[in-house]
């Protein structure tokens, strides 16, 4: 629907900006995946993306993008631009500089370093500034960023497969495959879109995962793996391991864990970090989150299994809920969960992957 104040134009050219800044997602960590797009009398003449890694920026990118053809431009960028002194001049002395004469922002950014900055720095060069348009996909996409700047901690998605009787693996917890290509390729672009994936050891002992994306073309975007293993019991003959030196694998474990295993995993090329046990003996989930966060993670996927899934949900710390459903029952297993899941989830989104179904659940905040 057209929102009062925009035109069609500038629908078209904010959905192109999106649709550009979500390639970004995964990579860009610490930062937000930003789109931009700089259009002169109709025409797109530059395009950007914040680069792998968080710098440079969308807008910087595009204006280098489009040389001398900004001047004069409208940049429909996907966050508000920042106002703060890294590495390079903020963004919106960039844009001025190009001779930008509007900006069409998506949202603004709760980042303290800017939070209005960026629109009133942008104003004050005599741009004009029109915000809001897009705003809804925009604060999806950057639900990372937004998450980790106001809790402190990465947006966590959680997934699961179930079958159609409600369970995530045989008894006996052998590895199990339960949802089929369609379905898995989408979790393989789930993995590729988080800045980590995030299993408890109970997984990696009974299916001895990867954890890696393995989407034609993509391997490269191979998120982050942390290992959720108190007791530090990760096996150094697992794969995580083997491939520790090539793709990173953070194991998180608890202060008090045996420290010949804690050395043996970090000479192998993992890394371990030591989070607080809770009054219950569990690890703090919450804590390691922030651990995880400070280190720069904003989207972390957990991919199972059952205890961790119960942890996160019990706590409050699952955003978002991906069930994969197989219409197929598997009779007897490992059941999902032990409780339905809790109402403050609503069901946002159902899609069809080839007989799986995929559902996405949002917890109201
Ligand atoms: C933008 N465009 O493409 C991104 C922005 O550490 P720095 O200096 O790179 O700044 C990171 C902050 O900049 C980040 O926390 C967020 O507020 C903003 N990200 N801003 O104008 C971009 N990625
Ligand atoms: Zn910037």
């Known amino acids: 629907m057209a929102r009062p104040g925009f035109s069609p134009d500038d629908h078209t050219f904010m959905d192109h900006a999106l649709r550009l800044g979500r390639r970004g997602l995964g990579l860009t960590w610490p930062n937000p995946s930003v789109g931009c797009v700089l259009v002169r009398n109709g025409a797109i003449v530059g395009r950007g993306l914040t680069q792998p890694g968080g710098r440079p920026h969308g807008e910087t990118t595009a204006i280098a993008h489009a040389g001398a053809a900004a001047r004069g431009s409208t940049a429909y960028v996907t ?24 900006v069409v922002c998506a949202i603004g950014d709760p980042d303290p370093r800017v939070r209005g900055r960026g629109f009133t720095m942008l104003r004050a060069y005599g741009i004009g500034v029109d915000v809001g348009l897009g705003e809804e996909e925009a604060g999806l996409d950057h639900r990372g960023h937004f998450t980790r700047v106001r809790l402190g901690r990465p947006f966590v998605q959680l997934k699961m497969a179930l079958s159609a009787d409600g369970f995530v693996a045989a008894s006996g917890g052998a590895r199990t495959a339960i949802t089929g290509p369609r379905a898995n390729d989408r979790v393989h672009l789930m993995r590729a879109m988080a800045d980590a994936i995030m299993v408890g050891i109970g997984t990696v002992l009974a299916d001895d995962p990867m954890l890696t994306c393995r989407l034609p073309g993509m391997e490269h975007r191979s998120p982050v793996r942390v290992v959720v293993d108190s007791r530090l019991r990760l096996p150094l003959a697992s794969r995580l391991v083997a491939t520790a030196r090539d793709v990173p694998t953070w194991v998180l474990g ?61 706590s409050g710390l699952a955003d978002e809920i991906v069930l994969a459903r197989s219409p197929d029952p598997l009779g007897t297993g490992v059941p999902a969960f032990s409780a339905p899941l809790p109402d403050r989830y609503r069901l946002a989104a159902t899609e069809p992957a080839g007989r799986d179904i995929i559902e996405t659940y949002r917890q109201e905040t």
Do not use: F, K, N
């Open 254 to 314: 608890t202060v008090g864990a045996p420290p010949d295993a804690e050395r043996a995993l970090r000479a192998a090329g993992c890394e371990v970090m030591l989070v607080r046990r809770l009054d219950d003996g569990t690890l703090d989930l919450g804590a390691a989150l922030r651990l995880i966060g400070v280190r720069g993670i904003t989207r972390v996927l957990a991919e199972g299994g059952p205890r961790l899934a119960a942890g996160l949900i019990g």
């Open 79 to 102: 966050l508000e631009p920042c106002s703060h002194y890294g590495r390079t001049a903020p963004c919106s002395d960039a844009l001025a500089r190009a001779g930008i004469v509007r």
